[in-house]
C-alpha cells in the first residue's frame, strides 16, 4: 500500500510493507506524470523510523452528501436524485494520529466515517464505465462536521470546511473490490457505524463520472463518497478509528482549539 511519510524533514512516497513493519522508499511522482515516473528505490526504512503524513496531499476535496439510503433516513432526508457535491479546503486535510481541532465557534463537533478515493491523473468529462482508469487507489477518512453551523449557515462551507476537519489515512490501497468494502467507526472504542459500501446510492464510477463532469479532478484529489448511519457527537478527549477492510485504520483524537 502507499503512503506518504516524513523524515529528516522530508516529505516523501514510499510503500508500505505492514507484515515486516517496512517502508519501501519510492523516488519521483506517484502519479506518473511524464517527466518523473516513480522508481522503487529497493531502500528500506523501518516504519518507526518515519512519520505517516496523509497518504495524499489534495488541491480539493470533493465530498458526497446523504449517499447512504439508511443516513438519509437518519438526517430526515429525501435521497438525492443526482450526487449532493460540496467542497472541503485543502487546508482540512491531516494524517493519522494529527489531532481534530475542536473549534470554538461550535458546540455540536460530529463525525463521519467514509471510503475515500484518491484520484490518479486529470479527469474530466469522465464516463462512468473508464472511471477505474482515473483511481489511484482508496483510503479512510473522517468527514468532520460542526453540525450546528451546518444548520444554522444553510449551506457546508464554514462547518466542513475548519482546518483539521477532514483526516486521511493511513494508506492509500492500489486495488480493493471498492463496491464491497466493510466500514466501521469506532469512538472510545465503541462502535457507532458499521456498513457496507454497497449500500451506497451512487456507485463510485458514478461519482467520479459526476463530479469530472462539473470540474476537473487532478492528480492526488480526493472523493469523499459518504457516510453511512450512526455519526455521532464528538467530545475533546475522544479517540476516533475509521476502519475499511483491505485498507486499514485511520486513527486519532479531539483537541480543544488554545
Not at 515486516?20 to 506518473?32: A, F, L, M, N
Not at 489511484?136 to 453551523?149: H, K, N, P, S, W
Not at 467507526?185 to 456507485?203: H, I, K
Amino acid at each position: 500500500m502507499i503512503i506518504r511519510y516524513e523524515r529528516n524533514g522530508k516529505v516523501k512516497h514510499g510503500w508500505m510493507v505492514e507484515a515486516d513493519h517496512k517502508v519501501r522508499v519510492i523516488e519521483g511522482d506517484i502519479y506518473k506524470v511524464q517527466t518523473a515516473k516513480p522508481i522503487m528505490t529497493g531502500l528500506e526504512l523501518a516504519l518507526d523510523e518515519v512519520t505517516l503524513k496523509a497518504p495524499s496531499a489534495p488541491s480539493k476535496v470533493v465530498c458526497i452528501g446523504i449517499n447512504y439510503r439508511d443516513h438519509a433516513s437518519e438526517m430526515d432526508s429525501t435521497l438525492p436524485k443526482e450526487p449532493l457535491m460540496f467542497l472541503k479546503p485543502s487546508t482540512t486535510v491531516v494524517g493519522p494520529g494529527e489531532p481534530i481541532v475542536y473549534p470554538k465557534q461550535t458546540q455540536n463537533l460530529h463525525y463521519e466515517g467514509e471510503l475515500a478515493v484518491v484520484i490518479k491523473k486529470e479527469a474530466k468529462q469522465v464516463k462512468a464505465e473508464d472511471a477505474d482508469d482515473y483511481i489511484l487507489g482508496f483510503t479512510c477518512a473522517i468527514d468532520v462536521t460542526a453540525r450546528d453551523l451546518q444548520m444554522s449557515d444553510g449551506q457546508w462551507t464554514r462547518a466542513k470546511g475548519f482546518d483539521t476537519f477532514c483526516p486521511l489515512g493511513p494508506a492509500i490501497a492500489a486495488k480493493v473490490d471498492y463496491q464491497n468494502l466493510q466500514i466501521v467507526t469506532r469512538v472510545n472504542g465503541e462502535v457507532r457505524q458499521d456498513a457496507n459500501t454497497s449500500q451506497m446510492v451512487f456507485s463510485v464510477p458514478q461519482l467520479i463520472e459526476a463530479v469530472s463532469a462539473v470540474m476537473t479532478l487532478l492528480p492526488g484529489d480526493v472523493i469523499l463518497t459518504g457516510t453511512p448511519s450512526g455519526v455521532g457527537e464528538l467530545k475533546p478527549g475522544d479517540e476516533i478509528s475509521v476502519t475499511i477492510e483491505e485498507i486499514g485504520t485511520l486513527s486519532t483524537r479531539v483537541v480543544m482549539a488554545e
